[in-house]
């Protein structure tokens, strides 16, 4: 079974994160975030424990399945402990 991925994205420097299943979803709209979202990291579920991140993939799924994006604060852990996608390495906002 191959694993699924998604991509968590930060709401600036705030503690709102967005998760996806499409990497540069159009449906993340820029008026869920006043500055830009920024893509932090790519993951899959296997990768990280439920809750660890600020969110469960089991409600982050419904929602994703439902409009594409799934809001969630963003935990210290997922915030501190990650740097974001250095600007060379693909697009940083959506």
Known sequence: ????????????????????????????????????WQ???????HQVEDGCSGFTFEAAIAEIKAKGYFLFTGSPKLLDSLAPIALGEGPSNV
Do not use: H
Request: glycine share 2%; hydrophobic share 40%.
């Open 1 to 36: 079974m191959a694993a699924e991925r998604f991509y968590i994205y930060r709401c600036g420097k705030s503690d709102s994160c967005a998760v996806t299943a499409i990497k540069n979803d159009a449906r993340l709209l820029r008026s869920l975030c006043p500055t830009n």
């Open 39 to 45: 893509f932090w990291m790519q993951i899959t579920r």
